[in-house]
């Protein structure tokens, strides 16, 4: 997603940013911008839309001499991609400056407040109620009562207009911890204030910050590879801490609370392609492990029952039109469809409502009317892809059909064609086969789904809350089953490796996750792999089955049709097929059966099993690709976004 960079130290900040922006630029961004602090403390803020180089060319024109700064490129999540929106922000008078990465859930209601109290807004992000709350803690130190010289950081109760109090650590970890205390989200944060002088700060929670320690020197940044130009010590940030970097002096690093906190630099041996990708070797590899906080990023102050009405705002209904709605049809391709095969189940089981999932290539062919009161969901990650967008218009034409869009890109033309969009926060997805994406689709769709039930009053209150609950337990389920299943599905693929054909199965919510299984195995390994749902095995693809064709199954024990699985597994089974399952952690009965199993703990409810069952098949499809040797980020004959027919 975003990138962050910040430097103090004697060199001149403008290079040293643009280089650290540079270094960022493989995560994607849609704008950029800059700010070099002068030596009279001047704050001089340059802003673009689009590349880095764009931003080079304008600092040609003059940047303020200046050995300390910040800089940022921006993919855009909340407030279109523009020059007002790109950071660094600022505050209200100009001083101070921020640039930041994540999310602040409660920024709508800190805004009325701020707005409320006088404060004007320039831009459309949620970034800027930060400089605001910043400048109100800075304003009141300033003006407070000079006696309590010293003051203590907790409860931010320093107060002083003495200069040199004002810019120690004491005083800059009160604002920080005053601020943060109002703020719910994630965050990585670093700000400069003309009062604070010749420092920056940096303070985090839930997103990366990494320090960077030099001679004499010091770094910010959200990403190693922005310091690798200038330094391999390091100190990566946990969360809740802040960092105060001034210039000659190693940094800082406290608590939000304002205790000390002692961590020495550690040397990162990456190259920069590695550091890109994060210490994976493929991009592909990381971003799977990016599903957790994608699908996380995704709920993100979404899933409150209070805010149901602005869910549904952002794609365009009101919970008495939600209610309204007859029917739901999903339109996508590829991954995107899988999502919205997943959405089927949901929809009509929560929300009581008939919906289908349809391939849009297929789709926009059809002689299908669709029923006025249908609802059409269209689900993409680039928002690009031109069956999907074809398959929409053609949805248009039919008299009182509504549209909707589940897209990850930004201003992507799918979202200027559809009468709203609900977002998925992934960031940009650079591998070609969809990881994070389809995680966030999931989650986008779980959203949905709730937020129908509860306006159509197909799930109660408590059932929503509950629900809820679950949803939001899922990521930490998530990376638990990354990191158990790493090690045993390396070994299997290794042990799988030149099998030249695989069977996926699953039924009802994970027969859509077969299918996906199946498509990421053949899409980056060149492995023929055939989706089934399991159910239909005896209708045909039985006879396929010997020891040879490995049969890949999803059966948690959480699932519904459990007992029905294993007797289609025994099938399998029973005509030499080896058994590769994913299983609820301890499932002995399945253990027995299988030939290997890939354990995942228990979704606690059946319909979020594909979200960990899902993590299991990406791995297994990686590291097949990977152990072949083949380009597992850009394999042959695909493209990251179709935008042809
Ligand atoms: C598979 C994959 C593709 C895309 C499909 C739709 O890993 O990435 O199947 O899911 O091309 O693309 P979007 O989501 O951009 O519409």
Same mark, same amino acid.
């Given at each position: ?23 960022l ?18 704050l ?7 590349? *880095?180089? #764009?931003?080079?060319e ?25 020059e007002? $929106? ?14 930041? $990465?994540? *999310?602040i ?23 800027e ?9 800075l ?10 010289k ?8 320093l ?18 911890n005053?601020v943060t ?5 994630a965050?990585? *944060? ?5 009062r ?34 200038f ?6 940030m ?23 906190v ?20 493929h ?27 602005s ?24 991954t995107?469809h899988?999502a ?11 929300a009581g409502?008939?919906a ?16 006025p ?32 869009? *589940? ?14 969009t ?21 989650a ?28 939001l ?40 996750i077969?299918l996906?299984?199946?498509?990421k195995? #053949? ?8 989706g ?20 890949f199954?999803?059966?948690? #024990? ?10 289609n ?9 080896r ?20 354990e ?46």
């Amino acid at each position: 997603m975003c990138g962050i960079i910040g430097y103090i130290g004697r060199r001149q900040a403008g290079p040293i940013l643009l280089e650290g922006l540079k270094r960022l630029e493989y995560r994607g961004y849609d704008s950029a911008g800059v700010c070099v602090l002068s030596s009279n403390g001047n704050l001089s803020i340059v802003r673009v839309l689009g590349k *880095i180089a #764009k931003l080079e060319e304008r600092l040609k024109a003059g940047l303020p001499n200046g050995t300390a700064g910040l800089g940022h490129s921006r993919w855009a999540t909340h407030g279109r991609p523009s020059e007002e $929106n790109a950071h660094p922000h600022t505050d209200c008078s100009g001083e101070l400056v921020l640039v930041h $990465n994540g *999310i602040i859930e409660n920024y709508l209601e800190l805004k009325e407040e701020l707005i409320r109290r006088g404060h004007v807004f320039r831009s459309e992000t949620d970034t800027e109620v930060l400089a605001h709350l910043f400048e109100e803690e800075l304003r009141r130190l300033q003006t407070s009562d000079f006696s309590a010289k010293g003051g203590s950081v907790s409860g931010g109760k320093l107060q002083t207009s003495d200069f040199r109090l004002q810019t120690s650590d004491k005083a800059v970890l009160a604002a920080v911890n005053r601020v943060t205390k109002k703020l719910r989200g994630a965050y990585a *944060i670093v700000i400069a204030a003309k009062r604070w002088g010749r420092q920056i700060v940096g303070i985090r929670k839930d997103c990366p910050l990494v320090i960077g320690c030099a001679d004499g020197e010091s770094f910010l940044a959200s990403d190693v590879p922005a310091l690798l130009p200038f330094t391999k010590k390091v100190i990566f940030m946990n969360d809740n801490e802040a960092a105060v970097l001034r210039e000659g002096r190693a940094p800082r690093l406290y608590t939000t609370t304002g205790k000390p906190v002692h961590r020495a630099p550690q040397d990162v041996p990456w190259d920069p392609l590695m550091a890109e990708k994060g210490g994976f070797k493929h991009f592909m590899h990381k971003e799977i492990h990016e599903g957790p906080r994608s699908f996380e990023d995704t709920l993100r102050a979404r899933t409150y029952e209070e805010n149901l009405t602005s869910l549904l705002a952002e794609i365009g209904l009101t919970p008495q039109s939600a209610a309204d709605i007859s029917r739901i049809q999903f339109l996508a391709c590829g991954t995107a469809h899988h999502a919205g095969m997943v959405g089927e189940y949901l929809f009509e089981k929560w929300a009581g409502l008939a919906a289908k999932a349809d391939i849009a290539s297929e789709f926009r062919y059809s002689a299908r009317n669709l029923q006025p009161g249908t609802l059409v969901i269209a689900v993409s990650q680039s928002g690009e892809t031109a069956d999907t967008l074809a398959a929409v218009r053609m949805a248009k034409s039919c008299k009182g059909v509504l549209t909707a869009g *589940i897209v990850n890109q930004i201003g992507s033309t799918l979202t200027r064609e559809t009468g709203g969009t609900l977002y998925t926060r992934c960031g940009p997805e650079i591998g070609v086969a969809s990881t994070k994406a389809y995680l966030a689709q999931l989650a986008a769709i779980y959203l949905l789904a709730l937020a129908f039930g509860k306006a159509r009053g197909s799930i109660s209150s408590r059932e929503f809350r509950s629900l809820t609950e679950e949803l939001l337990e899922l990521p930490h389920k998530l990376r638990v089953v990354l990191a158990g299943l790493e090690r045993p599905v390396t070994e299997l693929a290794r042990e799988f490796q030149d099998s030249k054909g695989f069977l996926y199965l699953g039924r009802h919510v994970l027969y859509p996750i077969a299918l996906e299984g199946a498509l990421k195995l #053949k899409e980056i390994s060149y492995i023929h792999a055939e989706g089934y749902a399991a159910g239909e095995m005896k209708h045909g693809p039985i006879a396929l089955i010997d020891r040879e064709m490995p049969v890949f199954v999803f059966n948690p #024990k959480g699932c519904g049709l459990y007992e029905k699985m294993r007797s289609n597994i025994e099938e399998a089974r029973a005509r030499g097929g080896r058994i590769l399952a994913v299983i609820t952690k301890g499932d002995a009965k399945m253990s027995r059966m299988a030939y290997r199993v890939m354990e995942i703990p228990s979704a606690s409810h059946e319909f979020f099993e594909p979200v960990l069952c899902v993590a299991a098949a990406q791995l297994f499809a990686y590291h097949m690709a990977n152990l072949k040797g083949l380009d597992v980020d850009q394999p042959r004959n695909l493209a990251k976004s179709v935008t042809v027919e």
